[in-house]
């Protein structure tokens, strides 16, 4: 059993020999995405809610990870992020306070930005536009929102002025609500962030959004729907 693990391939960008699932089914993954977006959006702003996204992000991740043919769920990367998410979770709930609470955001930020690394990976390694890598595309999306809500609530929680301009901090889902409506580049122009970092944060999300949804979504869409079209005519 040892000696057919370690003549196991090991994964390498661009190898799919190597991958352990295959089917790259993401709508398993964008399951836990949704409940992150949802909780987000309802939870009070309070130490526990920081806790429970953390963990949110690192189970999610984990998910992809296995989704992805990267790692298993068993694997010592898994194990020990969620190990990690676990420790900072009882850390924020019995501490508490803002530089905590920041501190867990920016992890929380950072685990669903490899949660984009490695669902990306999953879509790439397909080598074709098809229905589960648009599903993979869509939760991308949904992911890159949810980065900048914690790196807002990072900024909030960790800067010494309020983060809009409107002279707060804004709760959690108002900036869920500014994150989204900046990613898809709508500007209600109701809540402003009100620092350079803030604007230039806003700035770089607003570029993303709007280049991925012209670039990424609009093309795989296309050619989902020319794939189609194909094969209903062989």
Do not use: C
């Not at 190898?15 to 399951?31: D, N």
């Not at 987000?40 to 296995?66: H, K």
């Amino acid at each position: 059993m040892a000696e057919a693990s370690a003549s196991a391939p090991r994964w390498r960008p661009g190898s799919r020999v190597a991958r352990l699932r295959a089917t790259r089914s993401f709508t398993i993954v964008l399951v836990p995405i949704v409940v992150s977006f949802l909780f987000a959006s309802i939870a009070p702003d309070a130490p526990w809610t920081s806790a429970v996204l953390v963990l949110l992000e690192s189970a999610t991740l984990v998910l992809a990870m296995w989704t992805s043919g990267v790692a298993r769920a068993d694997s010592q990367a898994s194990i020990g992020l969620i190990v990690v998410a676990i420790v900072a979770a009882v850390t924020v709930i019995v501490s508490g306070g803002s530089l905590l609470v920041g501190i867990v955001g920016i992890l929380s930020g950072l685990l669903t930005l490899a949660t984009v690394a490695v669902i990306s990976i999953g879509v790439l390694d397909q080598g074709e536009v098809n229905s589960k890598s648009v599903l993979g595309a869509i939760s991308v999306y949904i992911l890159l929102g949810l980065v900048f809500v914690f790196v807002y609530g990072a900024v909030a929680a960790l800067g010494s002025n309020p983060f809009f301009a409107q002279g707060t901090d804004g709760t959690r889902a108002l900036r869920l609500y500014f994150s989204y409506v900046t990613l898809a580049t709508l500007g209600y122009g109701d809540y402003t962030p009100g620092g350079n970092l803030g604007h230039l944060l806003a700035v770089i999300e607003a570029l993303i959004g709007q280049l991925y949804l012209v670039i990424v979504l609009t093309v795989m869409l296309t050619r989902l729907g020319q794939s189609h079209r194909g094969r209903a005519q062989t």
